[in-house]
C-alpha cells in the first residue's frame, strides 16, 4: 500500500512539473489573408483552459526573416486572445515593413510568463500598394487544409498483343518560393530558428554607447547570463556592432634590437605612457597590439572608479547624476526597480510612452513637463534602490497601480487628441485617488478608532 501511495504521489508531482510545457494555443489567426497599408490587423484565437487571464506577446517577422514589430495583449477568462489591431501605418511595423517589403509575413504568439514555450503561428500578405504576392499566403493555407488523396489501386488488365509501355512516373507538383512538399501537399518552409536573427526590441539602445554595453557584460555576471540566454551562439560584440577583439587579425611585427632584452619592460611602458611621439611610433608599427603584449608582460588591471553610480547616471562633484544622454529616455525608477531596462514592467511603460503618448501633440506637451520633474528626482530614487533591497521591494509594490492603470491604454483607442487628453486626465485622476485619497480615508478611518 505504501509502495502504491509513494507512486502516486510521484505521478503527480511530475504532471504538476511538466505540465506548463505542453500548454499550447489552440487556435491563432487574423481577421484577412491579406493586408495594405493603411489597414489594421486584428488578431484572434484562443488558449488552453489552463492559459485564461495570461499575458501573452506576438511576434511578426518579415519576409526577409528579420524581426518587424511586438505587440501584446492577453487570453480572457474564457481563454480568447485579446489583442489591439495593429495599425500598419504606425510605430515598428510601418518602420520595418518599408524595409522588408512586399511578402508573405509570419506572427508568432507565445506566453510571456513562459519563456519555453515556442508559440503558435499564422501568415499573412502585406504589400504598400495592395499589390498581389504570389504565392500567397491564403493559397498556402489552403493547400495546408487540403487533405492528400489516397492512390486508388491499379486493376490488373489482360494481356494484350500490343507492346508494353513503360509506366509513366507521377507527376510531382511544384511548390513556390518559401514552401516545400511534405505527404503531397505544399506547405510553407519553416526555416530553424537561427540564433544571429534574435531581435529585441530597444535593444541595444542606439543613443547608448555600444562599450556601455561591453563593459556590463564583461563585469556583471548576472547581465552576461540574461545576455547568452537570450542571444545564444553571438557575442555582445556582434550584437552591439564593435568589432571582437578576439578575432582581430593581429599582424606580429618584428624589428631587430626591439625591446632590448636587458633592459626593464617598465622602460618601455613609461615611455609609451609619457612621451606622444614614442606613443604614435609604436602604434603605426605594431597595429592591433599592446605595449604589454609586445614586452610579454601581464597588463595591470585598470584603476577603480571613485564612485560606482548606476546606469545612466555618473559621478559629478561627489554627487550621482543623470547622463544628458539617458534624459528623456529612460524609466530610471522602474530599472532599477526589476534589475534591467528590458524587464517587461519597464517595456510596457516605454510603449504607453512611444506608441501612445508621443504619437499625439497634447501627449508630447505633457511628457515635457512631466520629464522635467522626473528626472530632477529619479537618478537619487534609482541610486536609493541600488543600495537598499527593502526601499527596492518597496518601490515595485508602489509601481503596481500605476502599472495596472497605464495598461489600460493599451486597450482603448488613442487616435486623436481629445481621446488621448480625455484618458489622460481620467488615468491621473484615478492615480491620485490610489496614491492619496485612499490612504488618507485610511489614516482617517484609523484616528477614529483610536
Not at 502516486?8 to 493586408?35: G, H, N, Q
Not at 560584440?237 to 611585427?253: A, F, Q, W
Not at 486623436?416 to 496614491?435: C, D, P, T
Amino acid at each position: 500500500m505504501k509502495t502504491l501511495l509513494a507512486v502516486l504521489l510521484i505521478f503527480v508531482a511530475v504532471s504538476i512539473a511538466v505540465l506548463p510545457a505542453y500548454a499550447v494555443v489552440v487556435e491563432f489567426s487574423t481577421d484577412k489573408t491579406s493586408y495594405k497599408k493603411g489597414d489594421k490587423i486584428v488578431f484572434s484565437g484562443k488558449a488552453d483552459a489552463n492559459h485564461a487571464g495570461k499575458m501573452i506577446s506576438i511576434k511578426i517577422y518579415g519576409p526577409k526573416g528579420e524581426f518587424v514589430a511586438l505587440t501584446g495583449g492577453r487570453t480572457d477568462f474564457d481563454s480568447a486572445i485579446i489583442v489591439n489591431p495593429l495599425d500598419t501605418t504606425k510605430g515598428k511595423f510601418a518602420e520595418n515593413s518599408a524595409k522588408q517589403g512586399k511578402g508573405i509575413y509570419n506572427a508568432t504568439v507565445i506566453y510571456d510568463d513562459e519563456p519555453l514555450y515556442k508559440g503558435k503561428w499564422t501568415i499573412f500578405d502585406f504589400s504598400l500598394d495592395g499589390s498581389p504576392v504570389s504565392p500567397s499566403a491564403a493559397d498556402i493555407l489552403n493547400q495546408q487544409s487540403q487533405p492528400t488523396q489516397p492512390t486508388q489501386p491499379t486493376q490488373p488488365t489482360q494481356p494484350t498483343q500490343q507492346p508494353t509501355q513503360e509506366p509513366t512516373p507521377p507527376q510531382t507538383p511544384t511548390c513556390g518560393p518559401g514552401t516545400h512538399l511534405e505527404n503531397g501537399v505544399c506547405v510553407i518552409t519553416q526555416s530553424e530558428p537561427k540564433p544571429k536573427t534574435t531581435h529585441i526590441p530597444g535593444f541595444p539602445d542606439p543613443n547608448k554607447d555600444p562599450q556601455y554595453y561591453v563593459d556590463r557584460y564583461t563585469n556583471e555576471p548576472a547581465y552576461k547570463e540574461w545576455f547568452d540566454r537570450n542571444f545564444p551562439g553571438q557575442t555582445i560584440y556582434e550584437v552591439v556592432g564593435l568589432p571582437d577583439p578576439s578575432k582581430r587579425e593581429v599582424i606580429t611585427t618584428h624589428i631587430p634590437g626591439f625591446p632590448d632584452p636587458n633592459k626593464d619592460p617598465q622602460y618601455y611602458v613609461d615611455r609609451y605612457t609619457n612621451e606622444p611621439a614614442y606613443k604614435e611610433w609604436f602604434d603605426r608599427n605594431f597595429p592591433g597590439q599592446t605595449i604589454y603584449q609586445v614586452l610579454k608582460i601581464t597588463e595591470p588591471e585598470p584603476a577603480p572608479e571613485p564612485s560606482s553610480c548606476g546606469p545612466g547616471t555618473h559621478l559629478e562633484n561627489g554627487i550621482c547624476v543623470l547622463d544628458e544622454q539617458e534624459k528623456g529616455g529612460g524609466c530610471l525608477i522602474a530599472t532599477a526597480a526589476y534589475g534591467t531596462e528590458l524587464a517587461p514592467q519597464v517595456q510596457r511603460l516605454r510603449e504607453v510612452r512611444d506608441n501612445v503618448l508621443i504619437g499625439t501633440r497634447s501627449g508630447s506637451t505633457f511628457l515635457e513637463g512631466f520629464n522635467m520633474l522626473y528626472y530632477s528626482f529619479s537618478p537619487t530614487i534609482a541610486d536609493w534602490e541600488r543600495q537598499n533591497p527593502a526601499f527596492k521591494e518597496t518601490v515595485k509594490i508602489a509601481l503596481v497601480p500605476l502599472l495596472s492603470t497605464l495598461s489600460i491604454l493599451n486597450y482603448v483607442e488613442t487616435d486623436s487628441e481629445a481621446s488621448i487628453l480625455g484618458y489622460g486626465i481620467g488615468l491621473v485622476l484615478l492615480n491620485v485617488g490610489m496614491y492619496f485619497v485612499v490612504p488618507a480615508l485610511v489614516i482617517l478611518k484609523i484616528r477614529k478608532l483610536f
